[in-house]
């Protein structure tokens, strides 16, 4: 160290003992032990052999590192133990089975061939007893029955590409008759359920391309437009659909019926509305 500091020691020396002499350098002098020159005399030799063991460690790691010897960084090590959790996240390792329904019901939806699911308004997209009617100013009482299966599901399903729709008996031509002057005051079939997919879940609108409410009843409707028949048909008609790519979920056994050939699932509990279990637990009969 003494050559060091006189100019004299080679290259090599210098590297070798950098540690020692640039802590020589900054330590006091009354640390190198009485009566020794600077860096010099036995107590200074003494002093700059007795390298603290961690820096010794942390020059043998970062050597290793540095000569491609095997050496292991323990920052690689971190983020790649970062990566690992978060692609098994990703993957759904940490899930409950339940918080995987959504892609369950995507995925048998897929399989039956059906690309285009519709929901009923009433006792499907929310339980509240609206009939299809509610005041402007009670919307958020409506909300407040929003079938809480039924957000996490329809946004499964406009993610993974299925087209969406609304088949209502609640008709918009039969409202503006009933309520007369009244009738801008109150959000009735479709407009009801544009306004609680806004509300609710807003990304998934731009799936639902057609809302239909029709009453055959009130328009005395031929048996062929009975039931939800005359909704589907012009649902399967937007969308270039053949009738069996499209599936409905409804209240009512009656209007699940039909000749000619789209699914149909039977929402049980009006209470509750939309649930997984209407479809991935149904019982045979319950599914078309």
Not at 185 to 212: D, H, Q, S, T
């Given at each position: 160290l003494a050559q060091a500091v006189s100019g004299r020691a080679s290259f090599a020396m210098l590297r070798r003992h950098r540690l020692p002499l640039v802590r020589a350098l900054r330590a006091p002098a009354a640390?190198?032990?009485?009566?020794?020159?600077?860096?010099?005399?036995?107590a200074g030799r003494r002093w700059a052999a007795g390298v603290d063991q961690n820096e010794?460690?942390?020059?043998?790691v970062d050597e290793a590192n540095a000569r491609g010897y095997g050496g292991i960084s323990i920052s690689g090590l971190f983020f790649a133990g970062v990566?690992?959790?978060?692609?098994?996240?990703?993957?759904?390792?940490?899930?409950r089975a339940d918080a995987r329904r959504e892609y369950q019901l995507a995925d048998r939806l897929k399989a039956q061939g059906c690309r285009i699911v519709v929901f009923e308004l009433d006792g499907v997209l929310s339980s509240a007893k609206a009939q299809g009617c509610v005041p402007k100013h009670e919307l958020e009482l409506f909300l407040q029955g929003t079938s809480q299966d039924w957000l996490p599901a329809v946004k499964a399903l406009a993610f993974r590409g299925f087209k969406l729709a609304?088949?209502?008996?609640?008709?918009?031509?039969?409202?503006?008759?009933?309520?007369?002057?009244?009738?801008?005051?109150?959000?009735?079939?479709?407009?009801?359920?544009?306004?609680?997919?806004?509300?609710?879940?807003?990304?998934?609108?731009?799936?639902?391309?057609?809302?239909?409410?029709?009453?055959?009843?009130?328009?005395?409707?031929?048996?062929?437009?009975?039931?939800?028949?005359?909704?589907?048909?012009?649902?399967?008609?937007?969308?270039?659909?053949?009738?069996?790519?499209?599936?409905?979920?409804?209240?009512s056994a009656g209007d699940l019926a039909n000749e000619e050939g789209w699914h149909g699932v039977l929402v049980r509990d009006v209470r509750q509305g939309f649930q997984f279990s209407d479809y991935l637990q149904a019982p045979a009969n319950a599914v078309s």
């Open positions: 640390k190198l032990g009485a009566g020794a020159p600077l860096l010099g005399g036995p010794r460690d942390r020059q043998l990566g690992c959790v978060g692609g098994g996240w990703y993957a759904g390792w940490f899930e609304i088949a209502t008996r609640s008709d918009p031509s039969v409202w503006d008759k009933t309520l007369g002057s009244n009738r801008d005051r109150y959000l009735v079939g479709p407009e009801l359920a544009k306004a609680l997919i806004l509300k609710r879940c807003p990304e998934v609108l731009p799936a639902f391309e057609i809302m239909v409410g029709y009453d055959p009843q009130a328009h005395q409707a031929a048996p062929e437009d009975s039931g939800k028949r005359y909704h589907m048909r012009r649902i399967a008609k937007h969308y270039g659909a053949a009738p069996g790519e499209l599936v409905l979920f409804d209240t």
